[in-house]
C-alpha cells in the first residue's frame, strides 16, 4: 500500500482533507486528501483565502455560494439611494436593508425603521419624517474594488486550486521535487508567480456554451512549448493560467483534465493522459453514436439516430476547439490593462444580469423574504432589484400551478422562456412586473407558492 504524505511538505503526520476551492467560494466541494492540517491546510486561510473570500462576498453572495461552515451568506457592501439622500451599508440580504439604522453619505440623515429612529436622543415628530419604502423609488449600487483579481492572494489561491487539483487527478500522495517552484510560491508567495490572467475573450464564450452560469471551471493541458498548464475559471468571472512545470513528468500521467462545479453542486469531468487520447476517444464517441439506436420510420426506411450524451460530448468538443487557443492565444496578461478590467467589468455585469435558478437560492429567497410577508405587503416595482421580481414571479407561478417538485418548476420555465439561466433585461422585469401585479391576491399566491418550495426536498 502507498503511504499517503502531504504534497507540500512530505510530512505523514496529522493530514487532512483540503478543500481545493475554498467551502466559503463554492457549493461544490472538492478535496484533496494528502495535505497535512496545520501548516498546509489551516495556514493557507490566514496567509491568502481569507481575504481573497473576504473581497469576493458581494459575488459569492448573489451567486446563493456561502461556506458550509457558517450560517450566514457573506455580507458586502451596497449604496442605495432614496429621493437626494445616499446611503452607504453593508448587508447579508436585501431584506436586512431596511431593517436597521443606516446614515447618509453626508451625516445629515438617517433612515430605519421608525421605532427605532424614535429613540434616537433628539428625534422627535419635528425632525423625523415617515416614509413608506414601498412607494419610494430607490436605486441600489454594489461596490466591487476589481484589484483583488490582481493581487498575490489571488494568485496564491489560484495556483493552490490548480495544484490540490491537478496531484489528485493524478494521484500524486507525496511531495515530488519538480513542484518545489510551486510549493515555494504558494507557501510564501515568493519566487515567480506562475499565474497570468487570460484575455482572449473566445476562451471566455467557450466556457459560457458549456458550463452553467457561475460555475468554476479546471484544465489541464500541455502548452506548444511542452510545459504542464492549468486553467482556472473562477465562477465564469475571471479566468487564469497558470504553469505548473516546465515539462510533464513521469509521476504526473494525466495532462488533458477538464472538471467543472455548478452552482447547483453538479460536476462534470473527463481525465485523459493527453490530446490524442481524447481525439481518439471522441471519435469513438461519435462513431458509436451514429450506429445505435436503429428505427424504423412510418414509410418503413431504416433510421440511425445519433444518440450522444450531451455533457460528455459538448466539455470534449470544447477542449478540442478551444485547444488551439488554449496553446497559441491565450492573450496572458500580467499586468492589467484598461480592457483587461473592461472585460471582467462585463463579466461581472452579466453575473448580475443572469438568474441561474437553484433550489438552493430560491429557499433562501423565501426564507429570508418571508418575515414582511405577516401583514398586507405590496410590491415596490421601484425597488431597484431585479432578481428579487424574478424571484417573486417565480413564487407566484409556483403558487398559481402548484409545481410538485423543483423540476417541474424548471421544466415549465424553458417551455416558457426557453431555459432556466435568463438573462433579467428591463423588457422581461417589466413583463414579470406585469403579470404579478395583473394578478388579483397575487400576496395570496406568492406565500402559496413559498409554502410549496419549502416543501421540495433538495
Ligand atoms: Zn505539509
Redesign the pocket.
Known amino acids: 500500500m502507498i503511504k499517503r ?7 505523514t503526520d496529522n493530514l487532512s482533507d483540503s478543500d481545493i476551492i475554498p467551502d466559503a467560494l463554492t457549493n461544490a466541494k472538492i478535496i484533496n486528501p494528502n ?2 492540517r ?4 489551516s495556514k493557507f486561510s490566514d496567509y491568502f483565502e481569507s481575504k481573497v473570500i473576504e473581497k469576493l462576498a458581494t459575488i459569492t453572495n448573489l451567486l446563493d455560494v456561502k461556506s458550509s461552515k457558517g450560517k450566514q451568506y457573506a455580507r458586502y457592501p451596497m449604496i442605495f439611494t432614496i429621493g437626494n439622500e445616499e446611503y452607504f451599508t453593508k448587508i447579508a440580504s436585501d431584506t436586512e436593508v431596511f431593517q436597521k439604522i443606516n446614515t447618509s453619505l453626508d451625516g445629515k440623515t438617517k433612515i430605519g425603521p421608525i421605532d427605532k429612529i424614535l429613540k434616537i436622543s433628539g428625534a422627535s415628530e419635528y425632525n423625523v419624517t415617515a416614509i413608506d419604502i414601498n412607494e419610494r423609488e430607490i436605486t441600489k449600487k454594489i461596490i466591487l474594488n476589481l484589484e483583488v483579481f490582481f493581487s498575490i492572494e489571488m494568485y496564491r489561491l489560484i495556483t493552490k486550486i490548480a495544484y490540490e487539483w491537478y496531484c489528485l487527478h493524478n494521484n500524486i500522495c507525496n ?1 515530488i521535487d519538480a513542484f518545489d517552484d510551486i510549493i515555494s510560491f504558494i507557501t510564501t508567495g515568493e519566487g515567480k508567480n506562475p499565474v497570468q490572467f487570460v484575455g482572449n475573450v473566445a476562451l471566455y464564450k467557450a466556457l459560457d456554451i458549456i458550463g452553467s452560469y457561475g460555475s468554476h471551471t479546471l484544465i489541464a493541458y500541455i502548452g506548444s512549448d511542452d510545459s504542464v498548464n492549468i486553467i482556472v475559471s473562477l465562477f465564469g468571472i475571471a479566468i487564469y493560467n497558470v504553469q505548473l512545470l516546465p515539462k510533464a513528468i513521469k509521476e504526473c500521467q494525466n495532462n488533458c483534465i477538464f472538471q467543472e462545479l455548478s452552482l447547483d453542486s453538479q460536476r462534470k469531468k473527463f481525465v485523459f493522459k493527453s490530446i490524442k487520447e481524447l481525439e481518439d476517444d471522441f471519435i469513438s464517441l461519435i462513431s458509436s453514436a451514429q450506429e445505435i439506436p436503429k428505427g424504423v420510420n412510418n414509410n418503413g426506411v431504416k433510421l440511425n439516430i445519433a444518440v450522444l450524451d450531451d455533457t460528455s460530448f459538448v466539455i470534449k468538443n470544447m477542449y478540442l476547439e478551444g485547444f488551439n487557443d488554449m496553446q497559441n492565444n491565450i492573450m496572458c496578461v500580467s499586468v492589467p490593462s484598461p480592457q483587461t478590467y473592461e472585460l471582467l467589468k462585463s463579466r461581472i455585469f452579466n453575473v448580475f444580469q443572469i438568474s441561474a435558478l437553484t433550489l438552493k437560492g430560491l429557499k433562501r429567497f423565501v426564507h429570508e423574504h418571508r418575515v414582511f410577508w405577516k401583514e398586507s405587503f405590496k410590491l415596490n416595482p421601484n425597488g431597484g432589484d431585479k432578481k428579487n421580481i424574478f424571484l417573486y414571479y417565480i413564487l407566484l407561478i409556483t403558487g398559481i400551478s402548484c409545481f410538485q417538485s423543483f423540476k417541474e418548476l424548471i421544466r415549465y420555465l424553458k417551455q416558457k422562456l426557453g431555459k432556466s439561466e435568463i438573462a433579467l433585461t428591463d423588457e422581461l422585469i417589466k413583463d414579470f412586473e406585469q403579470i404579478i401585479l395583473s394578478t388579483k391576491n397575487y400576496q395570496d399566491a406568492i406565500t402559496d407558492g413559498a409554502d410549496i418550495i419549502d416543501t421540495w426536498e433538495n
Open positions: 504524505a502531504c504534497i507540500y511538505c512530505g510530512t495535505v497535512c496545520i501548516a498546509h491546510n511531495k
